[in-house]
């Protein structure tokens, strides 16, 4: 047994930034523990690789329950298993979400400290944007955000054919205003992946007072007359304790973090106690879980797509000079809209990949084709996520309860729709060459058939720990002391775009909670 100040479970997007910022302070101790290897494997660097990661022992490779809204389909649930977390399996598209997302926050649970103001500081002190300086960016950050360097003109084709459709061409979706198509912005270095763990961590390995182990697979939190001490942990075949003088701080994402506590006997205690665990904290754990549902259409096209990207001219192209279609982070460009009318924000956001992305994400590109499609950014509907036992190893019961609602239903048609418009306007006409995955009909009853069968998440789940019932505004598991989470899991919202930034932005704040360096309210508004 060891101890330390804080242990940290889960090397993801959060928790490579509270170990690297919690260990500014060289006095102290960090444990920073991940169930997964190091991020060495090659398609990890290489951003047109990440699909070859999908199903592989780096994947923790989760599946839902029988879908009611999607016709009893079960659907893929990837997440990352290794340094860097699903930092290092995704798309790499920087993405803070509308600033209604937290002003809303703030709103929820009375605490300014998560409002957009605040939540732009810390967007500002993560980012290094090759843009440079400015009111809505910031640089010097250890997050290298940059242009795309494969610059795939299919894309741009796209962007200009929602022009003509009548939406605003918007050159920067993290700006003064969300609405509108363009290109995004990639947490990528020089052309290649810019993971939490390559931006935060591994700047951070070689302090004496920060502690890496991989292969650690947490079983609980250890509890002593209310208060967190530690964890309990396996690592090759062995379950030992490491104790924490401070606080424990779970950053294991939205399905694992809930599961660690419901292991702990911190959660709903009906579901709890036919496990044969023993209830601690009655709290709702696991609940309100939200997510982003996207539906992708393709189209072929004789122009060339990231089919052919692993070609030796490519590979020579990446390695010489850091750019081509290997830079490709595949989800190059979209925007975003509203289904309707009285919206306070856009409710839709359209991703475009040029290349054949279907079966989710696990069919083979095996023609040229482009990619695009609607998904949901605020859903009516929620899930849950209960243990299916009491085994640390157990994958959990997942439920996201997809298109619950006729609001729901009735935004994807809208999305759907106006995909099919753009789709067909001018500047394509010379790029699509035929439908390829595509709805029969643009009618109630065909679009739901075609979502019921082809939609599936956008990988983006948030909510089961949220502020205000399982955790308080500061990130602390109510009725527990020394317990917190800092991930995806305490949003009570999912943020109106990709989460990656958001989760990053999570953990600049819980670092400034831990450590006590929370600037006032009027320091951020003279910020």
């Known amino acids: ?29 960090v444990l920073l523990l991940e169930a997964g290897p190091a991020d060495t494997q090659q398609e990890i660097h290489i951003p047109a690789a990440f699909g070859a990661l999908l199903k592989s022992a780096l994947d923790w490779d989760f599946v839902t329950e029988p879908e009611p809204g999607l016709d009893g389909r079960r659907t893929y649930l990837p997440r990352g ?45 993560s980012e290094d944007n090759e843009w440079g300086e400015s009111e809505f960016h910031g640089t010097g950050g250890p997050l290298s955000v940059r242009d795309s360097r494969a610059m795939t003109p299919m894309v741009d084709a796209f962007v200009e054919a929602a022009t003509e459709a009548g939406f605003a061409h918007n050159t920067d979706v993290n700006g003064a205003a969300q609405e509108g198509f363009g290109r995004f912005q990639t947490t990528q270095r020089d052309g290649m992946r810019c993971s939490a763990a390559a931006a935060f961590l591994h700047p951070a390995l070689g302090r004496p007072n920060l502690t890496v182990r991989t292969g650690a697979l947490v079983h609980k939190v250890l509890l002593e007359n209310g208060r967190a001490v530690g964890v309990a942990y396996e690592r090759n075949g062995d379950v030992t304790e490491a104790r924490a003088a401070q606080e424990v701080v779970l950053c294991a994402g939205a399905y694992q973090s809930p599961q660690i506590l419901m292991l702990s006997g911190i959660g709903p205690a009906a579901e709890l106690t036919p496990l044969g665990i023993d209830p601690v904290v009655d709290l709702p754990v696991g609940d309100n879980l939200q997510d982003h549902i996207v539906m992708l259409m393709t189209w072929t096209t004789d122009q060339e797509s ?150 599936h998440t956008l990988y983006h ?21 020394g317990l917190r989470v800092a991930d995806a ?26 450590a006590g360096r929370v600037p006032s309210v009027d320091a951020v508004a003279l910020a």
């Open 489 to 514: 899991s305490v949003m009570p919202t999912v943020p109106r775009g990709n989460t990656n930034a958001p989760t990053i932005m999570v953990g600049e704040r819980a670092a400034e909670l831990i």
């Open 461 to 481: 789940p948030t909510g089961t720990c949220s502020m205000g019932s399982v955790v308080d505004s500061e990130l602390r598991v109510l009725g527990v002391e």
């Open 81 to 125: 298993r290794m340094l860097g977390g699903s930092s290092s399996i995704n798309a790499m598209v920087y993405m803070r979400g509308n600033r209604a997302d937290y002003d809303g926050w703030a709103q929820l649970t009375g605490d300014e400290g998560w409002s957009y103001a605040n939540a732009l500081r810390l967007f500002k002190r």
């Open 306 to 455: 990231l089919m052919t990207a692993l070609s030796p001219e490519n590979v020579a192209l990446l390695q010489a000079e850091g750019r081509g279609p290997l830079t490709s982070n595949v989800a190059e460009g979209g925007g975003f809209w509203h289904s309707r009318d009285g919206l306070p924000a856009p409710d839709l956001q359209m991703h475009i990949a040029p290349v054949r992305f279907h079966e989710e994400g696990l069919g083979v590109a095996d023609r040229h084709a482009i990619t695009a499609g609607p998904c949901l950014l605020a859903p009516e509907s929620t899930g849950t996520l209960r243990l299916r036992n009491a085994l640390p190893n157990a994958k959990p019961r997942i439920q996201h309860n997809y298109l619950a609602t006729e609001t729901d239903r009735q935004a994807m048609f809208s999305g759907i729709r106006t995909t099919l418009e753009i789709a067909g306007q001018p500047a394509l006409r010379d790029v699509i060459t035929g439908g390829d995955i595509v709805p029969r009909s643009t009618s109630d009853e065909d679009l739901l058939d075609f979502l019921q069968h082809r939609a």
């Open 1 to 29: 047994m060891s101890e330390f100040d804080y242990v940290i479970v889960g090397a993801g997007s959060a928790g490579c930034v509270l170990a690297a910022r919690l260990t500014e302070d060289p006095a102290v101790r």
